[in-house]
């Protein structure tokens, strides 16, 4: 059940990311009709100043409901403030995400973040049926040596297992400080993506905790590598610096999946950081996918007003509407595929680090 966290966690999100238009939309003077959190039917709503905030049956979500989004006769609407005040309003729920995901980033390195120490070979990935799952290698083992010979270098590894290809290895480990050998018979002709061993392998990590002032500046700046990474991964994958599998899109079944991973670590020992990193993570990845320019989402309906400006007059609401219609239905049909694809092809394990 620990993938059902997924469920709180985007709720908080896109409270949060909300909150922003809201609070941008009172500011502007745009007449907010309601605010609020899950989806209807409503259980009960409060109205305070103009403003009714709902509580709804569908624990999922938040929405805020603006008088006249398209209509522009309204005083007071949406649709009647100028292209910078819309631009903002539309804006203002990406950049409450980058804010959170700041925040939650620098909790975590507040909490402890994964750091490299020491020069030692650490598995960090096993992939699932390869030589290494079916010897019993584990995510977070350290290597010591291979047919006896010291390993101290990534290098040196990846040497043996490749000049290894059909005959066994005995590989000496440490897990969880005590000694450990085990045999493993490296591939011939692994996979596409995975080595002879199949394993991730890197130097160890270990949780270094930092005080709030340098924890908040590392969790903006993480915030900032995030969505850059998130921007440019397709041109890195195009000139070979990441793997293509890594532009593989996830949807909620993907969310959940890693969730629960974060979550039975957080369980098993004690450590906030893999929820935290993951609830950071995916709030950048709102940030920018909300920004996107598909029509139904906040960046499309920015790319709305980005024409307006251009042409000098609006595209015509029951034009935009029908994008913004069709632009939802492809959305869903889309979420359908990528959600059915993480089904049947889950993610690999994660190693969380700060053993």
């Known amino acids: 059940m620990q993938w059902l966290a997924i469920i709180p966690i985007l709720s908080l999100l896109m409270l949060v ?126 290597v010591v040596d291979m047919n006896g010979q010291p390993i101290t270098r990534v290098t040196e590894f990846q040497q043996i297992a490749r000049e290894s290809g059909g005959r066994p290895i005995q590989i000496g480990l440490r897990r969880d400080e005590q000694p450990l050998s085990l045999t493993v018979t490296p591939r011939e002709n692994p996979p596409e993506g995975q080595g002879a061993v199949g394993v991730a392998i890197g130097p160890p990590v270990r949780a270094v905790q930092y005080n709030p002032l340098e924890a908040m500046a590392y969790g903006f700046w993480r915030a900032i590598q995030v969505i850059g990474l998130t921007l440019m991964m397709p041109v890195l994958a195009l000139q070979g610096i990441i793997s293509p599998d890594m532009l593989r899109p996830i949807g909620l079944p993907g969310m959940a999946q890693v969730t629960s991973q974060a979550v039975g670590y957080a369980a098993d020992t004690g450590a906030w950081f893999p929820i935290l990193s993951v609830t950071g993570t995916f709030s950048a990845g709102l940030a920018v996918a909300n920004m996107l320019p598909l029509p139904a989402l906040d960046g499309g309906r920015l790319f709305f007003v980005i024409i307006e400006a251009i042409r000098g007059r609006r595209v015509s609401p029951e034009r935009e509407s029908l994008v913004h219609f069709v632009g939802i239905v492809v959305l869903i049909g889309l979420m359908i595929l990528i959600s059915v694809n993480d089904i049947r092809n889950p993610l690999p394990a994660i190693d969380w680090g700060g053993r």
């Open 17 to 142: 990311h909300e909150l922003g238009h809201f609070l941008t939309a009172r500011r502007a003077g745009i007449v907010v009709q309601e605010f609020g959190f899950g989806l209807p039917p409503r259980i009960f709503g409060i109205e305070r100043n103009g403003v009714i905030y709902s509580l709804n049956w569908i624990p999922f979500g938040a929405f805020v409901k603006m008088l006249g989004e398209e209509d522009p006769s309204s005083p007071g609407s949406f649709a009647s403030k100028s292209k910078l005040t819309r631009a903002i309003v539309l804006a203002a729920g990406s950049g409450m995400n980058f804010l959170t995901a700041g925040i939650v980033f620098g909790l975590a390195f507040m909490a402890g973040w994964p750091t490299p120490v020491g020069n030692e070979v650490a598995i960090q990935q096993v992939a699932p049926g390869s030589p290494a799952d079916a010897a019993g290698l584990r995510i977070g083992d350290v």
